[in-house]
């Protein structure tokens, strides 16, 4: 029973293209994340969302919009796709408060081509 | 100047050996400290919390030195399947909520 699941696992898409990422999680956490991993392998967060309420947006293109309908629920959408954004993206959630765990979807390999 | 940096390994070691990794952060603010391991095409997941005390958990030992602004990491008695990367992870006090990770230390042990 997959506690974090993201859709699709891989995506291949030409430049100019718009696509969507999908997140859910059966955990009960509050808080949920996007995360993008580049060919260094650095994770860097990209959005937050607690409760449905955007809590951090770091400097990331326009180009990019999450959505959360529902606290278990983080989508990602993605606008006229460029080769940089080629990476690992991964969604990931925490239960309220400090010290906590973050646990993470499988993670989501775009390549945009 | 990023928010927490690694030593990028990798780390080539033969099993039973003991290997440590340090990781340093920039925010002398920062509040909560972890190590996260990533296997190859997988996502991170948690390996332990780092408390101010230092704490153990089996082979493992996480050591936290607020003073120098650095966290380290030691295996004991490497064992093949801790072949991995391991990321460290520092929350700041103004916002528990964003994890800045570093980079990642490879990890490969031989037989």
């Known amino acids: 029973d997959t506690a974090v699941s993201q859709t699709p696992k891989y995506l291949v898409t030409q430049m100019g293209n718009d696509k969507s990422i999908k997140c859910e999680q059966n955990?009960?956490?509050?808080?949920m994340y996007w995360y993008k991993q580049d060919s260094k392998k650095f994770l860097k967060i990209m959005f937050s969302?607690?409760?449905?309420?955007?809590?951090i947006n770091e400097t990331v293109p326009n180009r990019f919009s999450p959505k959360s309908p529902d606290k278990a629920h983080l989508n990602l959408h993605i606008n006229s796709l460029e080769l940089g954004d080629s990476a690992v993206y991964f969604c990931?959630?925490?239960?309220?408060?400090?010290?906590?765990?973050?646990?993470f979807g499988q993670g989501t390999r775009l390549t945009v081509v | 100047r990023k928010e927490v940096e690694q030593d990028p390994g990798p780390f080539n070691v033969p099993e039973g050996a003991t290997v440590a990794f340090n990781c340093t952060y920039s925010?002398?603010?920062?509040?909560?400290f972890f190590w996260y391991r990533q296997d190859c095409r997988k996502e991170p997941k948690l390996l332990m919390s780092?408390?101010?005390s230092g704490n153990e958990d089996g082979r493992f030992t996480a050591q936290l030195n607020r003073a120098s602004q650095y966290i380290s990491l030691l295996i004991r008695d490497s064992k093949l399947s801790d072949s991995a990367t391991y990321l460290c992870?520092?929350?700041?006090?103004?916002?528990?909520?964003?994890?800045?990770f570093g980079s990642g230390t490879k990890l490969n042990v031989k037989p």
């Open positions: 925010n002398s603010a920062s509040q909560s």
């Open positions: 992870v520092v929350t700041p006090s103004y916002n528990f909520n964003k994890f800045y």
């Open positions: 990931a959630s925490t239960p309220t408060g400090m010290n906590t765990e973050a646990f």
């Open positions: 780092v408390y101010s």
């Open positions: 955990l009960g956490h509050d808080t």
């Open positions: 969302y607690n409760n449905k309420e955007l809590i």
